[in-house]
């Protein structure tokens, strides 16, 4: 990478990822210039199976609160991995938050939730919209992806203008008309220069373009014929509200009534109908209380759950623990999304549920009921050619996809090599017309949240929980007498993850005259620290119940002093 001739810190512009480099979600990242820092997005991550007990995760706002207060955060479109994290975020938030209505709508029940209300910092934008934050004027610009209302942003800066694409992908005949990304505005600022260009990662290592949303509803289309006279279930994502209107366009072609069900699909199409992203006529839609009482062939339930998440409305049918919804032979279920890498299990599962019920399932590639929302690498092309940015920084996504996309920039030629940089989260990017160069890092990681605690689970607290996951924990507790070290009741021993005590009574009270030894052996040693004698009883007990059984159990001593 260059490192010419870069301006003095009060004129440069410093980019700072802060969270969606080399993963997925958490995407977050700091624009600064002079004493201004704006924020593009604040998004969360869902823990993997790795992070037992941890609800989600979030960026690591320890950069932010070192910089004071951010003078505005600009929201690009309203999927988790990027607003999830702003009700965490948003206290170091001075100025306005901006977002398209749709954004702000989705943002809204998480700020509920967490008893934020943004009052006068809200301020909705519409592409087109240009808004100026101290150095900064900011354009909103229409892309297209799998949820109305998506942006990306060039930002002006005194060096130059940065385009940040959001979530994009280029589809002609999208849904929503008018929700074609927007590639003449993209051409004029290439044309005028762009001084660089940081772009949608995700789908890097996919050739070609991403179909059309229109390929999906001859898809669903061919599939409501099949159906014929049975009842159809279609699982997707709440948020792709484009999908929940195809189908309940073809619901209503069929004669068919439509049930929602499952939280967010029931807020999100509420929402969406109040704002006039989803057109369906009171006539269509019922109660998810009323289905049973039409027949089969005249309903049609959209329902959470495309992921096989364990607590939604799909995984409970699968199940038949199902309150409402009865699975059986006259039931034809769509999955009509595809499994996010790490999901295949849970989804196979609640396929696996629904087939032993009878029902037929279309899942994964069995028909085209399913196109990304992120654009293949003809798509990355196009925006590339279109920006023709003088520095390329590929964002959203694993090392790999961020290398692919470094590798489709420099095929196309024109972007000098160490102009193309692969940044990690929390490296300080300083761009001038001049050059571009790392100038030191700053903090950045993902913190994690379980219940209210933020952060306050860190890797110790993690590595017992996996030790707990892994081999259970056995408690000893016993009263000993303060002045001589003397057993005086116990010790009892309770365990749990470890074995069924009731059926290793033997293993138990061996385990137990093991106890009664180190303690008989710390009083013998006048042993009076107990932190000591604890550990002793801890090490007898340990390498006793591993000869035994080939297991390390956590030991928890608590000896009470009498
Ligand atoms: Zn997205
Ligand atoms: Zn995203």
Redesign the pocket.
């Known amino acids: 990478m260059s490192a010419l001739s870069v301006p003095p810190a009060d004129l440069a512009v410093d980019v700072v990822p802060l969270g969606g480099l080399g993963e997925f979600g958490l995407n977050m990242m700091a624009v600064s210039c002079g004493e201004t820092t704006i924020l593009i997005d604040a998004g969360s991550m869902f823990p993997e199976a790795e992070l037992p007990g941890v609800d989600r995760v979030i960026p690591s706002s320890e950069y932010l609160d070192q910089r004071g207060p951010v003078d505005a955060l600009v929201l690009t479109?309203g999927?988790e991995?990027?607003i999830g994290g702003v009700p965490y975020v948003v206290g170091r938030v001075a100025g306005p938050v901006f977002g398209t209505p749709f954004t702000h709508a989705m943002l809204e029940g998480k700020l509920d939730e967490h008893g934020v209300d943004l009052g006068e910092r809200r301020r909705e934008v519409r592409p087109g919209d240009v808004v100026t934050v101290g150095p900064f004027r900011i354009e909103f610009i229409r892309v297209t992806?799998?949820?109305p209302d998506?942006v990306a942003v060039a930002i002006h800066t005194p060096q130059g203008v940065i385009v940040h694409t959001g979530?994009f992908k280029i589809d002609y005949t999208p849904l929503s008309g008018d929700a074609v990304t927007d590639l003449s505005t993209i051409a004029e600022y290439g044309r005028r220069g762009v001084l660089a260009l940081l772009a949608d990662s995700t789908n890097a290592e996919r050739p070609g373009f991403t179909a059309t949303e229109q390929t999906v509803a001859e898809g669903v289309r061919s599939l409501f014929a099949r159906a014929k006279n049975r009842r159809i279930i279609v699982a997707t994502f709440a948020s792709n509200i484009y999908r929940i209107q195809q189908i309940i366009d073809l619901a209503i072609e069929y004669g068919r009534k439509v049930a929602v069900n499952g939280r967010s699909m029931v807020s999100n199409t509420e929402m969406a109908r109040e704002l006039g992203y989803l057109h369906a006529p009171d006539n269509v839609l019922i109660d998810i209380e009323e289905i049973n009482k039409y027949p089969p062939e005249k309903v049609v339930l959209i329902t959470t759950g495309s992921q096989g998440e364990p607590l939604s409305a799909l995984s409970r049918m699968a199940q038949a623990s199902h309150r409402t919804v009865k699975v059986g032979p006259t039931d034809f279920i769509i999955i009509s999304a595809r499994p996010i890498p790490g999901n295949e299990k849970t989804v196979t599962k609640v396929v696996n549920g629904l087939l032993a019920l009878g029902a037929e399932v279309i899942y994964e590639n069995m028909y085209d009921t399913h196109v990304s929302?992120h654009a293949c690498q003809e798509e990355q092309k196009l925006m590339l050619t279109l920006a023709h940015p003088q520095y390329f920084l590929p964002v959203h996504g694993e090392f790999k996809q961020l290398k692919r996309h470094a590798e489709t920039a420099e095929h196309l030629g024109y972007i000098p090599k160490q102009n193309i940089y692969i940044a990690e989260n929390g490296q300080n990017i300083r761009l001038s017309r001049d050059g571009m160069a790392v100038e030191g890092t700053v903090p950045a990681g993902a913190v994690m949240v379980d219940g209210y605690g933020v952060g306050d689970v860190g890797n110790v607290v993690l590595r017992d929980r996996h030790h707990l996951s892994e081999d259970g924990i056995i408690i000893v507790t016993a009263a000993v007498d303060g002045s001589t070290g003397q057993l005086l009741s116990g010790p009892d021993l309770v365990s749990r993850g470890f074995v069924y005590v009731r059926e290793s009574e033997e293993l138990m009270d061996g385990a137990r005259v093991q106890v009664e030894m180190a303690l008989d052996r710390s009083m013998a040693d006048n042993m009076h620290d107990w932190a000591s004698v604890k550990s002793r009883v801890r090490e007898a007990l340990s390498s006793y119940i591993y000869r035994k059984t080939k297991r390390s159990p956590m030991i928890l001593p608590i000896l009470m002093e009498v």
Do not use: K, Q, T, Y
């Open positions: 479109h999927h991995d990027h992806h799998s949820m998506c979530d929302g």
